[in-house]
């Protein structure tokens, strides 16, 4: 990976195992407002930048290396080596090969604790169309303006303390329906302190993760998928492995001669199957799962 700044931009070369479209549309990450096939602004952590990504430069605009150094390598998780991952888990499973040849350039990013537990208790039953309106509409309603691009405003993820300013009422009105109380519930948790990102850290290693999951369920509207999701893309559990539907129609298309199986025996398998690798095999099977419509 070789990083060079050039009029304001920052240009980042020779980048292997990386697709930024692959990358932001697997479902990970609700905050980005597409220009072209591979052109994006990217919202995170009070930034918006605009990423172009071609002929395998990736190319961050009015921005220094800096903050590219500091915060854009660790976010699009640059620095670690995906051929390895994906070595081991096709020594480990060679079924994988399809998911991981249609989709190898996708990495899994390192967001905001409490901005990903907020929209993964949106996301439940929502296509990510519309979780990305709501999350949108909550970001300009309650954050705290960035800057334009593109004619287009962009806003930052709300504080804590803005979170735990809304009323159910006032999830209600950004048409979020039956999630309202849960979403309340962990504003309030995160506004207090209750529950933050160091919840999960003892002298500073992660906690087990039976231990974080336990945290995240006992938050209301938090079931093991939602938390899955959390420990996955924003408190670096690698070993989490997501179902929803795709995954579940997915696995029992792969493993389980296509019979109808439970979360828990998927769960199970995943864990013994890919190990501390499982999140890597999820999005791997989780994209390739949406683009052969397997959930439906």
């Known amino acids: 990976m070789n990083i060079t700044s050039e009029n304001n931009n920052v240009i980042i070369k020779n980048i292997e195992d990386f697709d930024l479209a692959q990358t932001l549309e697997c479902g990970q990450c609700f905050r980005f407002h597409k ?4 052109d994006f602004v990217v919202i995170a952590s009070g930034r918006a930048v605009r990423i172009t990504h071609y002929d395998n430069k990736l190319v961050i605009y009015n921005t220094t290396v800096d903050d590219v150094t500091n915060f854009w390598i660790q ?12 070595t081991f888990l096709l020594d480990k499973d060679a079924r994988l090969e399809g998911s991981i040849k249609e989709k190898s350039g996708i990495r899994i990013m390192n967001q905001q604790f409490d901005e990903m537990l907020i929209s993964f208790i949106i996301s439940q039953n929502k ?23 593109e004619g287009q405003k962009y806003y930052s ?13 006032g999830w209600r009105e950004l048409k979020v329906g039956f999630r309202a109380p849960y979403l309340y519930e962990a504003s309030q948790k995160l506004g207090s302190g209750q529950i933050s990102s160091n919840s999960f850290y003892n002298k500073e290693q992660l906690i087990d993760a039976h231990d974080a999951n336990q945290i995240l369920t006992s938050i209301k509207g938090v079931g093991d998928k939602v938390a899955s999701c959390v420990m996955l893309f924003a408190l670096g559990y690698r070993s989490a492995f997501p179902i929803d539907v795709w995954i ?4 029992e298309y792969m493993y389980f001669d296509g019979k109808d199986t439970s979360k828990n025996v998927i769960a199970d398998f995943a864990q013994k199957q890919y190990g501390e690798y ?18 439906k």
Request: glycine share 10%.
């Open 35 to 38: 220009l072209g096939s591979e």
């Open 75 to 86: 976010y699009f998780d640059l620095d670690r080596d995906y051929g390895a991952i994906k």
């Open 127 to 149: 296509q990510i169309p519309h979780i990305k309106k709501i999350v949108e509409q909550l970001c300009e309603t309650y954050g705290d303006y960035i800057t334009t691009i």
């Open 157 to 169: 993820f709300p504080s804590n303390e803005k979170l735990a300013a809304i009323t159910e009422d």
């Open 248 to 251: 579940k129609r997915i696995m």
């Open 278 to 295: 499982g999140g890597y095999a999820q999005q791997y099977l989780f994209s390739f799962g949406r683009e052969l419509q397997l959930g």
